[in-house]
Structure formats: C-alpha cells, structure tokens
C-alpha cells in the first residue's frame, strides 16, 4: 500500500466506531500502539503510528524536540486525518460524536523527548493500548497517572469526528 491508501484506511477507521475488538487478533494488536487507540483506528500499520508520521512532517528516525512540538504534530495528524482536535480538561462532558485522548510525555534529565503515551475517553471510560498488547480499561486515570511519574502532562484533548 502507498501512502495516500493507507492515510484513507485511517480516514475511513476514525470516522466509523471504533472496532477494539480487533485488538484480540495478532496481526492488529502486534501493529497498532497507543496513539492509532487515541485516534480510534485499528488498521495494522504501525510505521503510520507515530505522531507527525500521518501528516508526513516528522521523519520516523528523527527525536522529538519539545512537548510543544508533539502537541503541533498532533494537530497536524488530526487534520490530515479530518478530525477536529481542540484542547480539553478531564472534567469536560463531551457530546454526540466526540471523544478525548489525554497525552503524556516522558523527557529525560537533559530534556529531551524519551517516550509518549496516550490514554482515550469514550462510552463513560478511559482505556489505553499498549503495541503487542490488548485494550486495557482504565478505572481511575488520575491514579493511573502515578504508572507514567515523573511523565509530564502534555494535555487534555477533545476530538470530534
């Protein structure tokens, strides 16, 4: 598949309800992680999954430079993937058609970027994927947060399909 085929497969999958019990088969638990999860697609291409790679403007061997630029990256992927992303809280209700996606940054010492992770709200729960990994259900993210100390907050999202 080119790129142009596989930026429609994740159009097409973010638009429709999310399918996480795909997550049960090898093949798309092996090749999604937790951003295709936050973005709601279960397409098995994980090369497409990491963020600023859907709107082609991050080169996959390049590190990331700051929390400012993921979070650029990030709207950057929700366009070209025609999803409206807004900043958001944890308290704020969501309406028909929309979801949130919390995103957290682990830097190193010296400040650069190590690792992200995304958590995603939908149907009254947060859940998080991990690659090679099923759906896992959240119960309480402010407790879960603890897991990714001393990871930084990179925000709260709200997305509309």
Known sequence: MNKTEIRNQIIKEVHEK??????????????????????GTTFPYLQAYRIGAICEQKPITEEYRSIEEIKRLLFLDCEAIQLKIEESSLEEELSEGQFKIALFVEKWSNGKINDYH????????????????????????????????????????????
């Not at 795909?22 to 937790?34: A, F, I, L, P």
């Not at 994927?129 to 930084?152: A, F, G, T």
């Open 18 to 39: 999310p399918l996480f019990e795909k997550y049960n088969e090898s093949k798309v638990r092996n090749n999604t992680n937790c951003y295709s999860h936050a973005l």
């Open 118 to 161: 995304f958590f995603r709200f939908d149907d009254g729960r947060w859940s998080e994927k991990r690659k090679r990994e099923p759906m896992v259900l959240i119960e309480d993210l402010k407790e879960n947060k603890v897991n990714y100390y001393p990871w930084n907050l990179g925000g709260f999202y709200k997305i509309t399909k």
